[in-house]
């Protein structure tokens, strides 16, 4: 390597992705739920602002249209059940409002958005009492714990650059014993800071300090829309929607929504484009060419298929070029590991580590890219919002860290998506390998029954407004725009990511409700009757449960090996990887996870879906951090022979094929009975690598003697 090699910078493109569904009703100024506000509070303005605060740092934010109309929605008065709630004088609460507000108010990681503050997380555990229903527990709040948990429900997403604001720096401080005109000070100020947003992002993208890129306007697969058969590219035998939805236009239509909303927001044309999903198409990269996107990006995996389906070299590593099709759309391709390491990896890790491991991956990258810096670049693509709830301080100290050490490095250079499509020489790419980010397909989005039964609703709504319109040429005209724009909304991804099995929330009633209000308001607005297809659930059944509920007792060997075909048989299961939250991801450890009691003890069991990279961590231990009700964390080690075994007071684990785990009945509960809340994390070393679940316990009822004598063994 010469001289001037040693110097070139390593060039980085960072992607923040900041989406959330379109949650706004049709015929109302209402969302039906919170999320777009909350995360407002804690993502979508402290994100570009601490990314601005350092000199060398050069980041692209990926903005969805829709999520922008629902943050003006907020500004001009649009209101969700929760602000609703929120408003109302603690005096006056119902028992049943109480009862709707100590269901919905806690909904937040408890790590990170409850337990930090005090007085959130003694209303919480008040709440989570188990010695009665809900509606008694509503009975033991005060007005005044009421009222505090309208505040906590609120400030507790206020990002940690806001809260030396006097308002919310006086709240803070407070605690407790909060008034109703400073609970309606702090609503009052979330929308003064939801002002904000918009302009902010304009101001940045003029003094070039930011990029600014869009997602199609509703978030839409785009493959899909074209053509719902191209799904069979990966996956040929995936069972496919009765009707066959091939709607192109339907495609272009959602880009040149996005072109005239970043027009009109931004007062430049729209160039560069991450599709929802990261989802491409040789069909979907024709029309963003006919439509002037310069640049857009997805997966390496479908690089790595789009190669060998254009028989074409694969250099190594592949993903790091800039590949242009069509002529005239480059293509970038992100890097999985290194996007899932801040995605999913990092908080669990001290701040400090984490950017040092993220600075020296792009070190190591740079090393093994001698020679070819000059046409390379490394992009890391993933969700600018979700990821934070899961680190301490909303990933302020990380994101710091990690811009610091990036400026600080002579040796990288960190470029906006924009910069990277003008200056660095591409290689051609002659077919595109049709998929999405997450496993290079679409399984997510289509094959299942409740996602084919959506798919088809919506063929048989849009047809009917073809239909109506052809045959009615007179009619109003704004009506008819507004029809469009509902069929437009249920495009979307986001209903189709709850569909199925893939993915489980609390709130997949309310999404399938709101799917199917959107699809019937085409009729409403048409002034027809709305189909009875359309008044029925899309829910199949029961999606993955936290509550593990066992068919018998059990009384497995804890050996950590299956001993007998039925040792565990009867078990209430967890599926890690069904069992996704809002956030997806790809490689995990945990696959399932068993539990099971017998008179004496309580049994939980994880299989592992990636046994050896458990193998090789460099120092893998496991936590079990149980709630019954009091938490308690036992540490899962190595014995003196290197293997993950061993026992403590009123624990004994083992792991080889699987790891098995008992506990005492009489060590968890004085009485031997109660509702066991848990989860499991695997660490390497002193930093978190996996949580199972993410968010909320795992819960396991073990019932009393009395009640016991009823179980099948």
Known sequence: MDTRSDQIPLKVAIL???????????????????????????????????AASFDRIRVTFNLVPSLLDQIEMYVNGAIDRHLELSRIR?????????????????????DHLIKPFHRYWELYNKARREDANRQIIASFFSSAEMRDLQVWSNLAWVDPMFRSDPVIKDLFARDKQYSEEEKHRLLDWQIEHMKRIIPTYRTLLDEGKIDISFTPYFHPILPLLCDTEVAREALPDIQS????????????????????????????????????????????????????????????????????????????????SVYEYGPGIKLFFRDHGLSDRIGFVYSGWRADRAAADFVNHLKAIRTRLDGRLHEAVVSVILDGENAWEYF??????????????????????????????????????????AGSWINHNFRIWIGHAEDNAAWDLLSITRDTLVKFENDNPGFDKERIAAAWLQVYIAEGSDWCWWYGDEHRTIHLEQFDRTYRRHLAAVYEFL?????????????????TSYNLTPENLISPTVDGHVSHYYEWAGAGCYDC????????????????????????NVYIRLDFHNRMGVELLSS????????????????????????IGGGSEGCYYQMDDILEIRLDRAFLWPSGAGRLGFRVGLQEGDQLVETCPDGEDLTLDVPSPQQELFWPE
């Open 392 to 433: 301490p301080d909303d990933g302020t100290e990380f994101l710091t860290a990690m811009y610091q050490m990036l400026g600080d490095e002579p040796l990288i250079e960190t470029v906006t998506m924009s910069q990277a499509a003008a200056d660095i020489p591409t290689r051609p790419l002659k077919s595109v390998f």
């Open 241 to 320: 929607p009765a009707r066959r939805f091939r709607h192109p236009e339907d495609a272009a239509r959602q880009i040149q929504m996005s072109r005239d909303r970043y027009r009109a927001c931004f007062g430049r044309e729209l160039t560069g484009m991450w599709p929802s999903e990261g989802s491409v198409s040789m069909e979907t990269l024709d029309i963003m060419l006919k439509q002037g996107i310069t640049w857009t990006a997805t997966d390496e995996e479908i690089l790595y298929h789009s190669l060998l389906k254009s028989s074409q070299e694969r250099p190594n590593p592949a993903a790091y």
């Open 527 to 543: 002034g027809l009757d709305v189909p009875a297809e359309l008044q029925r659930p899309l829910l199949l059944g029961a999606k």
């Open 620 to 643: 893998p231990r496991f936590v079990l951090d149980i709630r019954t009700p009091e938490p308690l964390r036992i540490q899962l080690t190595r014995d003196s022979n290197g293997a």
């Open 90 to 110: 603690a005096e006056d609460l119902t028992p049943g409002l109480k009862v709707e507000i100590l269901e919905t108010f806690f909904s937040a990681n408890p």
């Open 577 to 600: 990887l069904k069992a996704g939250a809002s956030m997806h991801q790809v490689t995990r450890f945990v696959g399932t996870i068993q539990a099971g009691f017998d008179r004496e």
């Open 16 to 50: 923040w992705h900041m989406h959330q569904p379109n949650y706004r009703e049709p015929h109302s100024n209402r969302l039906a739920m919170p999320w777009v506000r909350f995360h407002a509070l804690k993502d979508y303005l402290d994100m570009p602002l601490l």
